[in-house]
């Protein structure tokens, strides 16, 4: 089996030296895997991905992130991009005074096929009709869903090896969500490797091969999607179903894994 | 009628300086949101390096010139990667520089300043911790003020305070013009400030890295998530501001006189016109630097020569407040 | 750590009595300071207070409602002229800094009401204009001595004279002391929460029904109004005043002092006050190398705690506290 | 005991702007401590060295006052010598004499000084609105301008060129002499573009222009000069005695005051005055060489300082303020120094004369004797 | 005479430029309803919001709180005609903290001026001690008072959400806003969230119109759902016969997803 695509071992990270959010938190995402990483609020889902992508200075603290076997702890953040990964910001990270479609031109800044960006861009806007139509918007005025669209079209733009994608299904309607992890599944069949972090944990793991649930910045559990689907605590905390009425759920709200 | 056309025409001319001036201070804002108080010091410094090499090492007038260009390029450049956005070890370069400023100001010998600046910067190195060094947007025009208040400090105790001849790049022998006499000083600062303006105008807006620049300025941590040259970019639209500056500085000395002074009036009105045109817009730049040279010269010699500032700001408070992100510029995209 | 108990001593200005002791130590030495220092160092404390005034209104605008002004000295040329003219006719000095009060506060609002349109680069630049048009205005008006500049008068009242510096040390504490506790009431009160918000997320401040407009030229006005009253302190500090003292660098220097103290912190404005006015006394007497170090020392700062000496001190005092966790 | 001296030492201060805009007048310094440096190697006075204690104020009068207090109070000064600036002086006048500070030489053309001087302020500096009425005087005695206009900079300093000139027109008038004052332009301090005040001169058609500004402001408003091709008889302060505007070609031709000799690196070579060049290259050059780059303001600093020196050697060896005083108030006719015929016997503007000196490209010309008011 | 409706809606349209994104809107909204308004991406929900709070102003139509005309007025003015809002991408005071953040959604029940708040007299502390009695009461109410003294910026994004809904509560609104409220939560703390809204209902008796996507959410917490497509609404009725409508099946819902929740 070739190496992994990203490996994590045991990475301690956080905030500004003192704070620290994740305690020793080791992953894989092998080469065309689609792999989904679940947890609550404040879990440190965020967290782990920043720390990945090297834009928090000086982390990880302990521990090893490496991308095909590079160790890219202090790199710049540029370099570790470069190195393949397209990373979905929470809140969407847009440049709201720029356009869509310069938006979309950012995300390929590295490619020099033309023509085949080109083709994706096609591709793109008839996955997102709306985005063609608005082409020309600043992206700052768009609602929040649109604005979600244009964050996921421009990671795929880049044409990354490793797509890493923060609640891409967040502020988006059903229908649209569908399609978008319809998509990310295609792309992933292609070849490229996904991380996905996400609350919308039954359509995650619908597309993922494998799953980790994150708590309080420790992996509490992992395994095949399939598994972890069948799992009684994540049905009932992630997925909302194992008969619990909205009081009962609010009554269990301190049960946690430990 | 002779009057008012010559009084549009000098109007015109000292318009073509502030348009220069107001360029470099837009091109940085619009690409990193920074006001730069220390715009005038990197304009001197460029100057200085010419009249020392004109005058100290004799070189030619156009190597001088080009030299000292490239100097202020380069400190501006510097300046980016070392002070306004550094990453650790640019830290601790700086660190290092400020320490041996600090050493060469407090005793002023070459040995114990480099000795300084080495060991600050090594124990930076190994000691400093990596907190989230992230001054808000006034923090760094007080960083930028700093730089402007150590360079010209610098300035006066290593070229001196006293008023120095630059020898001007044309010379300045007027041209007739319908009864009105041209510059040609100024119709050379005109051209290359419209010039420069339609470069980066076609840099800004045409090509793939000057959509990174206004990706950055938007949001820095998102262009550098994306794999953005961001370094490349600071460290360019920094020089090419710096470098505006020196060019700006080099046409204007040769008249006032070079001094560590000499550049604070022009800057001021610099702003002011970069503010008038609107401070995202680099067309905006050049019309806010002529329309504040002509209707300071309009209202110096038909309105009141004592209170021309004060009319001057008045002007500038009317177009504010009718256009409150100037003439050409637009307002922020904001939604909820 | 002590817990609270009611809703008033989490308002309180000083919750405990480690507080109350630094406090009462701080007032004790400023009581003292006069008796035991001598004179410039007395002058200088004198300044200081007078800073801090302004360095604290000034902090209201800026730190608190995000307004950037570079036209201070403007202001404090309003009311150092005012109290300087009508001493010079005769009115008493605490009438006379009574009108500097509502005479640059009234500037104030003149130059809060076009602002609110304003912001950023735009407003920074419109508030310089103006600071350098009150200097052209008294620079060019021979009712004030024009460029020369005029006298003026420190206080005398109530059969005490204050010219002398002791005396006038006192006059000047009590007087800043007053419009600082002013500063810090209205900092924790819903005007200084509604401030705080209009900076951080406007249009959420509009939707919990803060009237923006209000509010922004309402610091303006306080902000210039504070400013004034330190205008009348410092001419008679000085005794003297001339247009040219009132520059842009020292607008500049205003804004130095809330940056380095830390922008957004009351106490920050003046430690800001204390730093600034204490670092030129100190560099005086380094020559031609004052400017370069004083500009290091500023880069220095702001490179290794961007959140200034306020935000070094919080993290001193809160590595003592956890001390030895 | 009297403060500042002791039996090694007499600690004198001073204060002006040593960074900031007005930053070129720390030279002024500089060359005094220059002079105590060579008086001390000479031996000093009746054995003692005399120390100078100098204050950056950054041109802020504030800084002035606490500079003064620091100097006064900390250093405990004996006397003060120099300290630039009209506002920073006025401002640190109060001071000076609550404490009873002898202060010698205020570096600033103010009348005021000498006016309210109460016994302990010395001012050496001719006056500008002395010098101004000379020039004027000058002007239309000897060259015959008809029509006066003034370019002056809006403060302190251009104030006093201007009421000297005022006065002086109406003087003259009364007498007779076909004159007016066609126009008064001024502009702010640090402002550098002049095409306002050149158009307005040049449409005031005035043949003769009196200059008080700064050198920068000169060149500049030469600079436009040259572009509209107009070119009036210049009138220009001592300020104007600058090395950077000699060779400026706008300015050939022009006369500016002087109120002390001047050396040849100012006049050219040959035609220094023997007394300004002998300071110039046994003070100046050995002991404060960075200073000699500006030589107008290193001379007028040694000039400053050259009165205290005088007035100390007279007071004796039991130095109190009161001998020093004293021996200042004797100082008459005093011709060795840099200011020729400096006299305090008859009031405390101790120098009231100037001569004007022609620009031309082979240096600086008299072209006048010593003019008294 | 019956009395007028709380929020009504007449023919609003909304345009940027080209861009229509309202066209012909019309709803009424009864006092203590709770009604959500659904619809795919860009479809105007949020411009809806921004039409009634005043921070878009409808170029037709009109909007009406209690027969009041609203559609003009500054923001300010529609918070003190009783309404509260929470925003899409979250607008908190960022450097304020928890319990200050609250407080400022007490604003409009200061009753002291400037000079209260300079002078700080008795009636201020009383005044002021109320309204932190109340915050407090909230926080509690919404289980925040572990972040209570917390600058807001860094706490995590769930927890954000719910700051925003305890300000909007704060001000004791008659209509309240909420713009996705439970995006970004597990199924789990939609749960809570959902919970707690009901409670507030029951207890505080509030109208609340929710924009939201998660269809569970919606159907258990509204008993009525606005559909907007384009600007346009195409649907408006009890939950159940929303979703049965094929337009809306068609529009927003894609049909794999139907049978989940019809299910
Ligand atoms: N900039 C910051 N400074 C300090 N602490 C932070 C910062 N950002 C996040 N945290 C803290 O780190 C912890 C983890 O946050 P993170 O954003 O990684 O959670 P998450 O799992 O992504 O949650 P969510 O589902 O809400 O997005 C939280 O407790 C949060 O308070
Ligand atoms: N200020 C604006 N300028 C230009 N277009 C705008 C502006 N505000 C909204 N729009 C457009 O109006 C349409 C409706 O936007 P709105 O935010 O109301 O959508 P929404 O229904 O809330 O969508 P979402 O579910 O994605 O948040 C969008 O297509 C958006 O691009
Ligand atoms: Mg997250
Ligand atoms: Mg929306």
Known sequence: MSEALLKLVGVESGYLRRLSVLHGVSLEVAPGQCVALLGSNGAGKSTLLKTIMGLLEGEPRKGEVTVRGERVAGWATERIARAGIAYVVEGRGMFPELSVLENLQLGAFHRRDAAAVRGDLERIYALFPRLAERAKQPCGTLSGGEQQMVAIARALMSRPTLLMLDEPSLGLAPRLVEEIFGTIRSINREGTGVLLVEQNAAQALAIADYGYVLEAGRLVLEGGAQDLLANENVRELYLGVGGAHASDAFVKRKRRWN | MAGLLQALVSGLAAGSIYALIALGLVLLYRTTNVLNFAHGEFGLLGTFVAFTLLHGAGLPYGLALLLSLLAALLLGGFNSLLLVKPGRAALAVGLGVLAGALAYGLAAAWWVTALVAVLTGVLAFARLEPTARTPNALGLIILTLGVSLALGGFYALYFGTDNKVIPPLVPDVPLRLGGAAVSQLSLLTSGIGVGLMLLLWLLLSRTKIGLAMRATAQREDVAKAMGLPVRTVLFATWGVSALLAAAAALLLAPTTLLSPAMMLDPISKGFVAAVIGGMTSLPGAILGGYVLGVLELLVGVYLSNEFRASFAFLAVLVVLVLRPHGLLGKPEVRRV | MRLLERYEQDLQHIKDAQGWVLLLGLLAALVLLPLVAPGYIVYNVTLFFVFSLVAVALMILVGFTGQVSLGHAGFLAAGAYTTAYLVSVGWPFVLALVAALLVSGALGVVIGLPALRLEGPYLAIATLGFGLAIQQILNNWRLVGASTGMLADRPRLLGVDFFGDTPFYFFTLVIVGFFVWLAFNLKRSHVGRAFVAIRDAELAAQMSGVDVARFKTLAFALSAAMTGVAGGLYGALLGYITPESFNLILSVKFLLMIVVGGLGFLPGAILGAAFITGLEVVLSAQQNRSQLLFGVVVILIMLLEPRGLYGRWQKVRRYWQTWPL | QTPGVSDTEIRIGSFGPQSGPAAAWGTVMTAIGALFDHVNAQGGIHGRNLVLITRDDGYDPARSVAAVRELIDRERVFALVGGVGTANGLAVMPIVKREGIPWVSPSSGSSEFAAQSDGLIFATYTNYEVESALMTRYAVQDLESERIAIFYQNDGYGEEGLRGLEREVAALQEAGHDVTIVDRVSYERGETNMAVQALRLRGGEADTVVMYSTPGAAASLIAEFGRLEYTPRILASSTLLDPSLLANPGMQGALVATFMRLPSVIVGEGNGDPIADEVFNTIVVPYAPEAAQDPFRALAGVGFAQPLIVALEAAGPDLTREALLEALRGISGYDEGLFPNLDFTEGYQGNNSVMLLQMTPEGLRPASDYLTY | ?263
């Open chain 5, 1 to 263: 005479m019956p009395e007028a409706p709380l929020l009504e809606l007449a023919k609003v349209t909304l345009r940027f430029g080209g861009i229509q994104a309202l066209s012909q809107v019309s709803f009424t909204l009864r006092e203590g309803e709770v009604a959500a308004l659904i619809g795919p991406n860009g479809a105007g929900k949020t411009s809806v919001f921004n039409c009634i709070c005043g921070f878009y102003t409808p170029q037709e139509g009109e909007i009406r709180l209690r027969g009041t005309r609203v559609s003009g007025l500054k923001p300010h003015r529609v918070a003190r005609l009783g309404v509260g809002r929470g925003f899409q991408n979250i607008e908190l005071f960022g450097t304020l903290s928890c319990l200050d953040n609250v407080l400022l959604g007490r604003h409009l029940h200061v009753r002291a001026g400037v000079l209260g708040a300079l002078f700080a007299p008795r009636a201020w502390w009383r005044d002021e001690t109320a309204q932190r009695r109340r915050a407090e009461e909230l926080l509690e109410l919404l289980e925040l008072q572990p972040y209570r003294n917390f600058p807001v910026l860094a706490l995590p994004y769930g927890v954000q959400k719910l700051i925003e809904v305890a300000r909007a509560l704060a001000s004791e609104p008659r209509l309240l806003l909420l713009d996705e409220p439970t995006a970004g939560m597990t199924a789990e703390e939609k749960d809570e969230m959902m919970f707690r809204l009901l409670r507030l209902r029951a207890e505080l008796g509030i109208t609340l119109l929710v924009i939201e996507h998660d269809l569970r959410v919606v159907s258990r917490l509204a008993e009525r759902i606005i559909v907007l497509d384009y600007g346009v609404k195409i649907a408006d009725g009890p939950p159940g016969a929303v979703q049965r409508d094929p337009e809306v099946i068609r529009a927003y819902l894609g049909d794999t997803r139907l049978a989940e929740v019809s299910a």
